[in-house]
C-alpha cells in the first residue's frame, strides 16, 4: 500500500508519536483521523491540519466503534490503523505507604493493552470489507508496544505488563486476519523525546541520552512516524514487533 493510498485512524493523534504519524500520512498525500482525549490540541490540530478530530475514549466498545464508523466516513474508507494512545503507569507494586491499588494496575492494562486491542478489532471488522491492493492486502494495522514490554524497570509492572501484552497479541492476531488481507505489527520505542522529557532539568535529559548506545540521543517522534509508513508500504511486514531504541536495554531503574 502506498503512502498517498492510506486512508487511516490514530489514537493519541494530537500529539507526540500519534501526531508525527499523522503528519507523515498527511505529508504523503494520505488521509489521516485523529483519535483522542484532548479536545484543545484536537480543535488546533484540525484547523492545522484539515483533519478530523474525534473525541475517543479507547476503553469504550461502543464508543471506539462509533469512532471508527466516522473515521471511515471522514476518509471515505479505512485502511489503517495505528494505536498510539497510552498512559505511563508508573507505580511500585509495594509503595512507601500501601501496596499498589488494583484499580491502578487495571486501568493502566485497559488504555494502554484492552484499548489498542478494542480499537484493532472495530478497524478490522471494517478492513475486511475493501477492495484488496496488492497481494490481497486489505489494511494495516500498528500497536504501539515499549522497550519497557522486555526490559521493565522497577516501578513499571502495570505498564511492562500492559506493553508485553501487545507484544504477545501481534503473532496470533496477525495469523488469525491474515485470510482477510489484513496485517499486524508492533513498534517498540526505548527512549524518545517527549513533552514529559522537556520538562526535566538538562543533565537529566544529558543523562538519558548518555544511556543509548547510538546515536547517543532521545529518539525524534518523526523517527517513529518513518517507520509506520515504512511498515505501511512493506507488505511483507507482518507479525512482528520492530524495536525502536539505538540499542538501548533498561537498566533496573
Not at 76 to 103: K, Q, S
Given at each position: ?19 508525527a ?16 482525549i ?25 464508543g ?23 498512559i ?42 475493501n ?123
Amino acid at each position: 500500500m502506498q503512502l498517498n493510498q492510506v486512508k487511516a485512524l490514530v489514537t493519541g493523534g494530537v500529539s507526540g508519536l500519534g501526531l508525527a504519524v499523522v503528519r507523515h500520512i498527511i505529508g504523503q498525500g494520505g488521509k489521516a483521523v485523529m483519535l483522542d482525549i484532548n479536545d484543545a490540541a484536537g480543535a488546533a490540530m484540525e484547523v492545522e491540519l484539515g483533519a478530523r478530530y474525534i473525541r475517543t475514549d479507547v476503553t469504550s466498545e461502543a464508543g471506539v466503534v462509533d469512532s471508527v464508523a466516522q473515521a471511515a466516513a471522514a476518509n471515505g474508507g479505512l485502511n489503517v490503523a495505528v494505536n498510539c494512545a497510552g498512559i505511563i503507569g508508573a507505580g511500585r507494586v509495594l509503595g512507601r505507604e500501601a501496596p499498589m491499588a488494583l484499580n491502578f494496575f487495571t486501568n493502566t492494562v485497559m488504555v494502554n493493552l484492552v484499548g489498542s486491542f478494542n480499537v484493532a478489532k472495530a478497524a478490522a471488522n471494517l478492513m475486511q470489507h475493501n477492495e484488496p491492493f496488492e497481494d490481497n492486502e486489505r489494511g494495516v494495522i500498528i500497536n504501539t508496544a515499549s522497550v519497557a514490554a522486555y526490559e521493565g524497570q522497577i516501578g513499571q509492572a502495570a505498564y511492562s505488563a500492559s506493553k508485553g501484552g501487545l507484544v504477545g497479541m501481534t503473532l496470533p492476531m496477525a495469523r488469525e486476519l491474515a485470510r482477510f488481507g489484513i496485517r499486524v505489527m508492533t513498534i517498540a520505542p526505548g527512549i524518545f523525546w517527549t513533552p514529559m522529557v522537556d520538562g526535566m532539568p538538562e543533565a537529566v535529559q544529558q543523562s538519558l541520552s548518555a544511556s543509548i548506545p547510538f546515536p547517543s540521543r532521545l529518539g525524534r517522534a518523526e523517527e517513529f512516524a518513518a517507520l509506520a509508513g515504512h511498515i505501511i508500504a512493506s507488505p511483507y511486514l507482518n507479525g512482528s514487533t520492530i524495536r525502536l531504541d539505538g540499542a538501548v536495554r533498561l537498566a533496573p531503574k
